[in-house]
């Protein structure tokens, strides 16, 4: 009879505890729909043709590159032309999981270390990258992705000469 009257107390402690913890602002999920959204987004981008995103985004929404703004047209078709610069891009070490906070709002988080060879200059680059997917509904409203972009510019460049 006592461990049961203990086991009472615990689980009325534990429950009013939780009940009053004004700390909590929701919770993460990595196995969800909206992560596995993203996964496939990305995986489109890795195979070099990130169309895709259009059933996604909404068509009004922003994207940002770093500080760089762009339109739904804008950011694919600059994530697209990183085919055409790199082979061998990869996302190593990716995590993606999704936060449903209590204020209504879902963001997925895109974590991971972004890899590729140039195809004009053979060099190797390694860089870590985190992306931010915001989401209204069903629809993708944002994104931002924060990335060193030296190398892409430098290779963007050259490239861009050799077309000319």
């Not at 909206?34 to 990305?42: F, M, P």
């Not at 009004?60 to 047209?73: A, Q, S």
Request: glycine fraction near 4%.
């Amino acid at each position: 009879m006592k461990k049961l009257l203990l086991l009472l107390t615990i689980i009325t402690y534990v429950s009013c505890d939780l009940t009053q913890n004004q700390n909590i602002t929701g919770f993460i999920n990595e196995d969800d729909s909206k992560s596995e959204i993203v996964v496939r987004l990305a995986d489109s981008y890795l195979a070099g043709n990130f169309d895709i995103a259009r059933e996604y985004f909404s068509p009004d929404g922003k994207h940002y590159f770093n500080n760089l703004e762009f339109d739904v047209d804008g950011i694919i078709d600059g994530y697209n032309s990183h085919s055409l610069i790199f082979k061998d891009i990869k996302h190593n070490d990716r995590k993606v999981y999704t936060g449903f906070f209590t204020d209504g709002s879902i963001q997925t988080y895109h974590d991971f270390n972004w890899s590729a060879t140039s195809i004009i200059t053979g060099k190797e680059y390694n860089y870590p990258c985190h992306c931010r997917w915001v989401w209204e509904e069903e629809k993708i409203v944002s994104t931002t992705c924060y990335v060193d972009p030296a190398a892409i510019f430098e290779e963007a460049a050259i490239y861009a000469e050799s077309q000319n």
